[in-house]
């Protein structure tokens, strides 16, 4: 069972080139997310999923878009590639909703290292 | 609207001694809170979690937390800390409820080090 996939680990662009960011789960969860993170300031949300054909912004969506046409792969796009989007990218995907079932986790990939130049 | 603060985002202890990282939350709704571990270059793994059962939660590791809804607190601690421990550990908090998913906010992150 691989879980959440992320590819590529790392990558660096330079500023204005557009790229997408691979995040696939096997585990048939309708819940899928994008985090950033950067140090000193925890995980932020860039956008999520309920569900394919279902996203919606999150914290920081500003340069990101996602789609959602399947219920396992939920990319990222870089529209325009800036140096401020420099981060770490996590995807993470929760079986449904939380609501004291148990099945209250989120899933996370192994992270996708950044470099814009 | 949900938040979530660390206090401390470096802690120093020496192996064998008590570990403690805080967490205090801010919810408008009961909240689930979470505790998550990132080793270095690796992705985030649930330590544990509250969602509403007991109040004291044990998570893996010999790691647990008391969610103490007066002081809106969900501090973690291990009595004797290892070497293993060495990690970032980040505090999150998500709306508890049928229209809740994983959308969790997360802390800042407190680094620990365990020194030998």
């Known amino acids: 069972n691989a879980g959440v996939t992320q590819t590529p680990k790392f990558q660096v662009l330079k500023t204005g080139q557009s790229m997408t960011l691979q995040c696939a789960q096997d585990?048939?969860?309708?819940?899928m997310s994008w985090y950033r993170q950067d140090p000193g300031m925890g995980l932020r949300l860039i956008h999520y999923?309920?569900?394919?054909?279902?996203?919606d912004q999150g914290e920081v969506p500003n340069g990101y878009n996602v789609s959602r046409s399947t219920t396992e792969d939920f990319p990222l796009r870089l529209l325009s590639a800036a140096p401020s989007q420099t981060s770490v990218y996590f995807c993470?995907?929760?079986?449904?909703?939380?609501?004291?079932?148990?099945?209250?986790?989120?899933?996370f990939g192994s992270g996708t290292q950044l470099s814009v130049l | 609207a949900q938040s979530v603060t660390q206090l401390g985002s470096h802690v120093s202890v020496s192996e064998g001694a008590l570990v403690l990282l805080r967490c205090n939350y801010s919810s408008s709704v009961p909240p689930y809170l979470f505790w998550y571990v990132q080793y270095p270059n690796q992705g985030l793994q649930l330590l544990l979690k509250?969602?509403?059962?007991?109040?004291l939660v044990k998570g893996i590791n010999g790691f647990e937390a008391e969610f103490k809804k007066s002081e809106t607190s969900f501090h973690l601690t291990k009595p004797s800390a290892h070497m293993s421990d060495a990690a970032e550990y980040f505090c999150?908090?998500?709306?508890?409820?049928?229209?809740?998913?994983?959308?969790?906010?997360f802390g800042q992150g407190t680094i620990l080090t365990v020194h030998p």
């Open positions: 999150a908090v998500s709306r508890s409820g049928g229209t809740s998913y994983g959308k969790l906010t």
């Open positions: 585990m048939n969860h309708e819940y």
């Open positions: 999923s309920v569900g394919a054909g279902i996203t």
């Open positions: 509250y969602t509403s059962a007991a109040t």
């Open positions: 993470a995907s929760s079986y449904g909703r939380f609501q004291g079932s148990g099945n209250e986790k989120l899933f």
